[in-house]
């Protein structure tokens, strides 16, 4: 391998480089605006275990409805948690509050540069951490996500698994990185994992890298980065209930602690078994949705409960949405399966009532 690879990547990115909202184009002074690592730190939240293409709506939303992080940590938690609502791993918007509030009460509305200082933050890692400080202050930081691991991997060939091997890619890149372009070197990597390094047939004839990489050589690419095998995820059941009075539905708001935490949802058991419905009645049963979380597989049954008027509930944040609203509510997407089933359900009794 020879030592000029970033630079020749670079060039690369700068010819190629995606359109991003939240990107800097390559080789542009960083843009005269004190929110901008505010708009760095926002979109890798977002971008945990989630896709540019889905990231980028819920990114323009946010940016708009609040444009700084003074803004955003003055918001009622359920609105910013309605506003999460699709983009999943609901932990992350509760983290997206804690640290916006930290930012405001520990470094007077700006985020710290310091890579230190910005991992003391709430919800903000190793990762994390370094691209705020090489994509929104131009530091010297050395970016490590799952995409450059495995550019890196192939690049040298590093045989080890994931995540033992990640001591060896930051030592092999820490001195290779180039100085004041930190951010154009780890976006680089970053675009040409997506287009070209990919999982499955990476495109390795038009890779800029390709005479540089150990892995190419050797016809081996797709085998790296080697991972542990996964184990299977659990499978859990439990029962959603769809309460309808009225021509609207009951919601609640779970638990601030633990899955979906905060979010606006329908009443539901603590998805390990069926558990008691909140009121006795003429259940029905609807049929079930399924869902995957990060560590078990959820099968949830929704169960209906058509009523003459609405009672008054002593649930946790007990709201009657009509039924025209349900699907514009914010709902996580288990619930908002779910709702499609109550929906269809009401939609036909209306049909037989007609």
Same mark, same amino acid.
């Given at each position: 391998?020879?030592?000029?690879?970033?630079?020749?990547?670079?060039?690369?990115?700068?010819?190629?480089?995606?359109?991003?909202?939240?990107?800097?184009?390559?080789?542009?002074?960083?843009?005269?605006?004190?929110?901008?690592? =505010?708009?760095?730190?926002?979109?890798?939240?977002?971008?945990?275990?989630?896709?540019?293409?889905?990231?980028?709506? =819920?990114?323009?939303? !946010?940016?708009?409805?609040?444009?700084?992080?003074? &803004?955003?940590?003055?918001?009622?938690?359920?609105?910013?948690?309605?506003?999460?609502?699709?983009?999943? =791993?609901?932990?992350?918007?509760?983290?997206?509050?804690?640290?916006?509030?930290?930012?405001?009460?520990?470094?007077?509305?700006?985020?710290?540069?310091?890579?230190?200082?910005?991992? %003391?933050?709430?919800?903000?890692? %190793? =990762?994390?951490?370094?691209?705020?400080?090489?994509?929104?202050?131009?530091?010297?930081?050395?970016?490590?996500?799952?995409?450059?691991?495995?550019?890196?991997?192939?690049?040298?060939?590093?045989?080890?698994?994931?995540?033992?091997?990640?001591?060896?890619?930051?030592?092999?890149?820490?001195?290779?990185?180039?100085?004041?372009?930190?951010?154009?070197?780890?976006?680089?990597?970053?675009?040409?994992?997506?287009?070209?390094?990919?999982?499955?047939?990476?495109?390795?004839?038009?890779?800029?890298?390709? &005479?540089?990489?150990?892995?190419?050589?050797?016809?081996? &690419?797709?085998? !790296?980065?080697?991972?542990?095998?996964?184990?299977?995820?659990?499978?859990?059941?439990?029962?959603?209930?769809?309460?309808?009075?009225?021509?609207?539905?009951?919601?609640?708001?779970? *638990?601030?602690?633990?899955?979906?935490?905060?979010?606006?949802?329908?009443?539901?058991?603590?998805?390990?078994?069926?558990?008691?419905?909140?009121?006795?009645?003429?259940?029905?049963?609807?049929?079930?949705?399924?869902?995957?979380?990060?560590?078990?597989?959820?099968?949830?049954?929704?169960?209906?409960?058509?009523?003459?008027?609405?009672?008054?509930?002593?649930?946790?944040?007990?709201?009657?949405? *009509?039924?025209?609203?349900?699907?514009?509510?914010?709902?996580?997407?288990? !619930?908002?399966?779910? &709702?499609?089933?109550?929906?269809?359900?009401?939609?036909?009794?209306?049909?037989?009532?007609?």
């Amino acid at each position: 391998m020879t030592d000029s690879w970033p630079l020749t990547l670079i060039n690369w990115y700068r010819a190629n480089a995606r359109d991003l909202p939240w990107r800097n184009p390559p080789g542009a002074a960083l843009p005269d605006d004190p929110d901008w690592p =505010y708009r760095v730190w926002l979109s890798e939240v977002m971008l945990q275990q989630t896709t540019t293409v889905a990231a980028a709506p =819920y990114f323009r939303h !946010f940016t708009t409805r609040w444009p700084t992080v003074g &803004a955003l940590a003055a918001a009622a938690d359920e609105e910013v948690m309605q506003a999460w609502a699709g983009l999943g =791993y609901y932990a992350r918007a509760r983290n997206l509050l804690a640290c916006a509030r930290a930012v405001v009460e520990r470094h007077g509305r700006r985020f710290p540069a310091d890579e230190a200082a910005l991992r %003391d933050l709430p919800g903000v890692g %190793d =990762y994390t951490a370094a691209a705020v400080a090489a994509f929104g202050f131009g530091r010297d930081a050395v970016v490590i996500d799952g995409n450059i691991e495995r550019v890196v991997t192939r690049l040298l060939a590093i045989a080890t698994p994931l995540p033992a091997a990640r001591p060896a890619i930051r030592a092999a890149l820490a001195p290779v990185v180039p100085q004041g372009q930190a951010g154009d070197f780890a976006q680089a990597m970053m675009d040409l994992a997506r287009r070209i390094c990919t999982p499955r047939g990476p495109s390795c004839l038009i890779c800029p890298l390709s &005479a540089d990489c150990a892995a190419n050589r050797a016809g081996t &690419a797709e085998i !790296f980065p080697v991972k542990v095998a996964k184990k299977a995820r659990p499978t859990r059941t439990g029962t959603a209930w769809w309460i309808e009075a009225d021509g609207h539905v009951l919601t609640i708001v779970r *638990p601030a602690k633990g899955l979906l935490g905060g979010m606006r949802a329908l009443p539901s058991c603590g998805w390990r078994g069926s558990g008691e419905p909140p009121m006795a009645g003429d259940w029905r049963r609807l049929g079930s949705v399924a869902h995957g979380f990060t560590h078990f597989e959820l099968h949830l049954s929704v169960d209906a409960l058509r009523l003459a008027r609405r009672p008054a509930l002593d649930l946790p944040g007990a709201l009657w949405l *009509p039924l025209a609203e349900i699907e514009a509510a914010g709902l996580p997407t288990l !619930f908002a399966k779910a &709702a499609r089933l109550g929906l269809a359900a009401a939609g036909e009794a209306g049909e037989k009532a007609a």
